[in-house]
């Protein structure tokens, strides 16, 4: 073997080599670029699941939030209404004609014995008229009557507007049953 053919057989062995080399390295650089390929898809896929996560738990607090929202404003709208109907009471009770009034007054007055020795009688401006043989005194009440003991130790509120605030306190829950079922 001359030299030309050992020189041609080890340039072939070189070329072989290189060539085998440079296939295993593309393999290796398409099995790198599908394993990226292959990481960067299950990024994306994790990062739409991350996304579509958020976007549902933000849904579901600003649903809760308008919904909140929504019953807070029915529930005042219902006590618009509920106070409302205890101003229209308060405005007919205060614009009640004097025979009733005077009905009334004397039905409080009753019930303010029954509980107290009347010393003083409290009352509004228009029905004094209606405490002739008392010690009556006029209050800032729509009507009614507040009566004191003669040592202004105990003092009963019958008047109209303490009537109206125990009323709405005690039966709020059968008022707004009545008026919102």
Request: net charge neutral; glycine share 4%; aromatic share 6%.
């Amino acid at each position: 073997m001359g030299l030309e053919a050992v020189k041609d057989e080890i340039l072939n062995s070189a070329k072989e080599q290189s060539n085998s080399l440079i296939a295993e390295a593309r393999k290796e650089a398409n099995r790198i670029w599908r394993e990226t390929e292959n990481k960067i898809e299950g990024m994306k896929e994790k990062s739409d699941e991350e996304a579509k996560r958020m976007i549902d738990t933000i849904k579901r607090q600003e649903l809760a939030s308008a919904d909140l929202e929504n019953k807070k404003m029915l529930l005042e709208a219902k006590k618009q209404l509920i106070d409302n109907a205890f101003d229209e009471a308060r405005k007919r009770l205060e614009n009640l004609d004097d025979k009733k009034k005077e009905f009334y007054i004397k039905k409080l007055l009753e019930k303010a014995k029954s509980d107290i020795d009347i010393s003083t009688v409290y009352c509004s401006k228009k029905d004094a008229k209606f405490l002739k043989g008392f010690n009556a005194e006029t209050a800032g009440i729509i009507g009614g009557i507040m009566a004191e003991n003669r040592d202004k130790t105990i003092r009963v509120d019958y008047s109209f507007d303490a009537i109206l605030e125990s009323l709405k306190e005690t039966e709020l829950q059968n008022i707004s049953r009545i008026l919102f079922g």
